[in-house]
């Protein structure tokens, strides 16, 4: 079996850390990082400009990037306002930008806020979502980006999208070329998905990331997640893996534990 890729999230780690992480991505042979902009940068002004100056760091390091993250954190955007739909299409056409700076080929879309449908009942939010990107596909498609999107735990205030069969019947209801599933392995730890539900749905499936409750370090991976590694190793396409959810790490020797830590997992 061919060893898949496997990039870390920039939520993992601080950018005063950088130098550091760069080394540790290099010697681990890790293939390159998930990027949440405002997880390294202050805000979203001169965005472009900024993007392009670290990517040519990154570039000179031989880094690459995987997907951009965290796209809506600190936008007051929401799909079920019609007056936002606008603002949030030239959005992610600033996302799609930023894919193409960073070479990378997927937009991760999580964000409750994004999607909170207020008062809108449940049939009119999933019509209201499947039509919005239905229409936004082709916009993708142009520029061979994919968007993956995520079911989020109630647990982190999600009021939508936080079953595993519904992000399923959105997808396939979109039915576009371009918009898969970002699966994210906490998922697990909410509800029960299992992996039959995974094995007839793999098509659908275009990114995954591993995160689970209260873990700094993956020095104790769950059951749940050591069984999905295996799983992922022996039956899943994607050719990538990315560690997203740990506690940002100040300590460089713990840091580059969990790395090692996730690459014996990872490569079970």
């Known amino acids: 079996?061919?060893?898949?890729?496997?990039?870390?999230?920039?939520?993992?780690?601080?950018?005063?850390?950088?130098?550091?992480?760069?080394?540790?991505?290099?010697?681990?042979?890790?293939?390159?990082?998930?990027?949440?902009?405002?997880?390294?940068?202050?805000?979203?002004?001169?965005?472009?400009?900024?993007?392009?100056?670290?990517?040519?760091?990154?570039?000179?390091?031989?880094?690459?990037?995987?997907?951009?993250?965290?796209?809506?954190?600190?936008?007051?955007?929401?799909?079920?306002?019609?007056?936002?739909?606008?603002?949030?299409?030239?959005?992610?056409?600033?996302?799609?930008?930023?894919?193409?700076?960073?070479?990378?080929?997927?937009?991760i879309l999580g964000s409750s806020q994004f999607r909170n449908t207020g008062k809108v009942n449940l049939a009119n939010s999933n019509n209201i979502f499947i039509d919005y990107f239905k229409y936004l596909n082709k916009h993708l498609k142009k520029n061979n980006v994919y968007l993956c999107i995520e079911t989020i735990p109630k647990k982190y205030n999600e009021k939508y999208i936080f079953k595993f069969i519904h992000i399923l019947y959105l997808i396939k209801k979109i039915n576009s070329s371009n918009i898969k599933i970002n699966f994210d392995t906490s998922i697990f730890h909410f509800e029960r998905s299992n992996f039959n539900i995974l094995k007839k749905n793999i098509k659908y499936i275009k990114n995954i990331q591993v995160s689970q409750p209260n873990f700094e370090y993956f020095d104790k991976p769950s059951k749940k997640n050591k069984n999905f590694l295996k799983f992922y190793n022996n039956n899943i396409s994607v050719n990538s893996i990315s560690l997203e959810m740990i506690s940002k790490i100040n300590n460089p020797d713990r840091f580059l534990e969990s790395i090692k830590n996730f690459k014996k997992y990872a490569y079970q």
């Open 1 to 107: 079996m061919n060893k898949k890729k496997l990039f870390i999230s920039n939520l993992c780690w601080n950018k005063t850390n950088l130098k550091f992480v760069i080394k540790c991505i290099k010697d681990e042979k890790i293939s390159g990082i998930d990027f949440a902009p405002l997880n390294f940068f202050e805000n979203w002004n001169n965005i472009l400009v900024k993007s392009k100056i670290f990517s040519k760091k990154l570039k000179k390091q031989n880094i690459k990037v995987n997907a951009i993250q965290g796209i809506f954190y600190k936008k007051n955007l929401n799909l079920f306002r019609s007056k936002d739909r606008k603002k949030i299409t030239n959005h992610f056409l600033l996302m799609i930008k930023i894919c193409k700076i960073f070479g990378a080929k997927k937009i």
